[in-house]
């Protein structure tokens, strides 16, 4: 399986590129931090390539796809594992902020399917895009409303290029709470948050049982993401959730 894994450089895009790696796939890494990316792929194996890729740069979307496509003798697969959760409240959210989720989340992701189409397509491929509980199964979480918006967004996207392109598979798969791995493959979403922010949201997400402290095994994710790319387009699974528990909906 011909596998490009966007967002690879660390958290759960990492794990998920050696998980599918070590599971045999051949993968190629794209984020922007080439070191990190270079490590994850040595882990990946022996034939697993690191690419550059700013997804918020439209040529360079199409550069690197085309790289990979052509290193990796075509593409099978595509994974959306980028993602950035800025923390602030929506009467504190200035226009670059917005911008820079939507670009991430949502522009760059349509970017780069736009790209790797030709290649899915010819491939009878799939593609599967990680999102969050947060934007549809439970109600916005008070702090996070650029991410939520911006991954809900990214949840109809993704059913409208199924409805466009019905000869690829597209998958939102729903991810709750997961640390990921140690060190570079544990999650950097809220590396850049204000801690006192974050103190003051905090009782409020643990209070509405949006959080609950249990943690998703990211092996449950890799095994769960590797049966959705390995249905390929003609199962058309259209989303999966992948989640610790039951999330809460009030
Ligand atoms: N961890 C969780 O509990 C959880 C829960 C629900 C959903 N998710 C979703 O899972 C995905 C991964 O999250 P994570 O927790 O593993 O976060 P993470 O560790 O911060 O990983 C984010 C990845 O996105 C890449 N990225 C960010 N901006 C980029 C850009 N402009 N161009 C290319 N790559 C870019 C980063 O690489 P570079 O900085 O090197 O470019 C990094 O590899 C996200 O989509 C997130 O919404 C996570």
Same mark, same amino acid.
């Given at each position: 399986?011909?596998?490009?894994?966007?967002?690879?450089?660390?958290?759960?895009?990492?794990?998920?590129?050696?998980?599918?790696?070590?599971?045999?796939?051949?993968?190629?890494?794209?984020?922007?931090?080439?070191?990190?990316?270079?490590?994850?792929?040595?882990?990946?194996?022996?034939?697993?390539?690191?690419?550059?890729?700013?997804?918020?740069?439209?040529?360079?979307?199409?550069?690197?796809?085309?790289?990979?496509?052509?290193?990796?003798?075509?593409?099978?697969?595509?994974?959306?594992?980028?993602?950035?959760?800025?923390?602030?409240?929506?009467?504190?959210?200035?226009?670059?902020?917005?911008?820079?989720?939507?670009?991430?989340?949502?522009?760059?992701?349509?970017?780069?399917?736009?790209?790797?189409?030709?290649?899915?397509?010819?491939?009878?491929?799939?593609?599967?895009?990680?999102?969050?509980?947060? &934007?549809? +199964? @439970?109600?916005?979480?008070? =702090?996070?409303? !650029?991410? /939520?918006? $911006?991954?809900?967004?990214?949840?109809?996207? #993704?059913?409208?290029?199924?409805?466009?392109?019905?000869?690829?598979?597209?998958?939102?798969?729903?991810?709750?709470?997961?640390?990921?791995?140690?060190?570079?493959?544990?999650?950097?979403?809220?590396?850049?948050?204000?801690?006192?922010?974050?103190?003051?949201?905090?009782?409020?997400?643990?209070?509405?049982?949006?959080?609950?402290?249990?943690?998703?095994?990211?092996?449950?994710?890799?095994? &769960?993401? +590797? @049966?959705?790319?390995?249905? =390929?387009?003609? !199962?058309? /699974?259209? $989303?999966?959730?992948?989640?610790?528990?039951? #999330?809460?909906?009030?």
């Amino acid at each position: 399986m011909r596998t490009v894994i966007v967002g690879a450089s660390s958290g759960l895009g990492r794990c998920l590129a050696i998980g599918l790696g070590k599971r045999g796939a051949s993968v190629a890494l794209l984020a922007r931090r080439r070191e990190k990316l270079e490590d994850a792929a040595r882990e990946a194996g022996t034939d697993a390539i690191a690419i550059g890729c700013d997804v918020t740069d439209e040529a360079g979307c199409r550069e690197a796809i085309s790289e990979a496509a052509g290193r990796l003798g075509g593409i099978d697969a595509l994974v959306y594992a980028t993602g950035i959760g800025p923390l602030a409240r929506l009467t504190e959210l200035d226009a670059a902020t917005w911008r820079n989720a939507f670009d991430t989340n949502v522009i760059g992701a349509s970017l780069v399917t736009a790209a790797a189409l030709p290649h899915l397509e010819a491939s009878r491929g799939t593609a599967a895009y990680l999102t969050s509980v947060s &934007a549809s +199964e @439970t109600p916005p979480w008070p =702090g996070l409303g !650029a991410y /939520i918006v $911006s991954k809900a967004a990214l949840n109809k996207l #993704v059913d409208a290029w199924r409805n466009e392109h019905p000869t690829v598979g597209f998958t939102r798969v729903i991810v709750g709470e997961c640390a990921g791995g140690e060190g570079d493959a544990m999650t950097g979403l809220s590396a850049g948050w204000d801690p006192e922010l974050a103190s003051a949201l905090f009782p409020t997400w643990v209070g509405r049982q949006y959080m609950t402290g249990d943690l998703m095994d990211v092996d449950d994710l890799i095994r &769960a993401v +590797e @049966t959705v790319l390995r249905c =390929g387009a003609s !199962a058309g /699974i259209p $989303s999966i959730i992948v989640a610790p528990r039951k #999330v809460s909906s009030t």
